[in-house]
């Protein structure tokens, strides 16, 4: 079945530091990617998307490419703020039976930026 | 748009009482997830629907647990005998699903039940 694996976190990082979080997947056939966010007391917003191969989804300084090859679609952002304080859950969505598409989650990570 | 609207956004309630969330999603969409996310399990997808017909409620926990779409702008989610571990945030979204391609799920804020 489907599946997307993610570090693990908190990841707690000083303003304007680098950001990576992992994310890596399985599926069958060729799955759209996602990255999700929750802020506190939220429900989730996507983030940013990529729907085939090689696509780079961006958002807000946010950034992640979909690699096949790799079947990865690592977060990433060059200056983080406080203001992203937030869980980040990498997705996949697959056509599911009987009509329309099912998202497969990660477990979350969550990112802490301090001053 | 108002965006998928749940209700009530807090519930608290003794065990043993019957709970119902409601959900309405975005005019339009015609697919609508309910999902479940605390501390230990994650976000966890119940149950969907696909042109108000479920299509996948292999994530409902037991039999205390049924969900209906009655018509596309409206959605339950009961619970009866509530259970203090029924305790989470529960969350609905919708999208618009198109053949094959796919649009983004669009959440609620998401209900927060306490059982005690």
């Known amino acids: 079945g489907n599946s997307v694996t993610q570090m693990e976190g908190p990841v707690t990082l000083s303003e304007e530091a680098f950001l990576t979080i992992n994310c890596t997947y399985t599926a069958t056939g060729y799955p759209s990617l996602f990255w999700y966010v929750q802020y506190p007391g939220e429900g989730l917003q996507l983030l940013l998307k990529?729907?085939?191969?090689?696509d780079k989804g961006s958002n807000k300084g946010f950034e992640a490419t979909y690699r096949k090859e790799t079947t990865s679609f690592h977060l990433e952002k060059g200056s983080v703020q406080v203001s992203d304080s937030a869980v980040y859950f990498c997705a996949l969505s697959a056509a599911a039976t009987g009509g329309g598409n099912k998202l497969t989650f990660g477990t979350g990570t969550q990112l802490k930026v301090e001053l | 748009d108002a965006g998928v609207i749940q209700s009530p956004r807090h519930e608290v309630t003794e065990m043993g009482q019957e709970v119902t969330l409601r959900c309405k999603p975005i005019s339009g969409h015609n697919s609508l997830f309910w999902y479940r996310q605390t501390m230990m399990r994650g976000l966890e997808l119940l149950i969907y629907f696909n042109n108000n017909v479920p299509i996948d409620d292999s994530g409902m926990p037991e039999d205390r647990f049924s969900a209906k779409m009655p018509n596309a702008s409206f959605s339950t989610l009961k619970i009866q005998p509530s259970e203090p571990r029924d305790s989470a945030v529960y969350f609905c979204?919708?999208?618009?699903?198109?053949?094959?391609?796919?649009?983004?799920?669009?959440f609620g804020p998401g209900t927060r039940l306490t059982v005690l």
């Open positions: 990529a729907t085939k191969a090689d």
């Open positions: 979204a919708s999208s618009l699903a198109l053949g094959g391609t796919y649009n983004e799920q669009f």
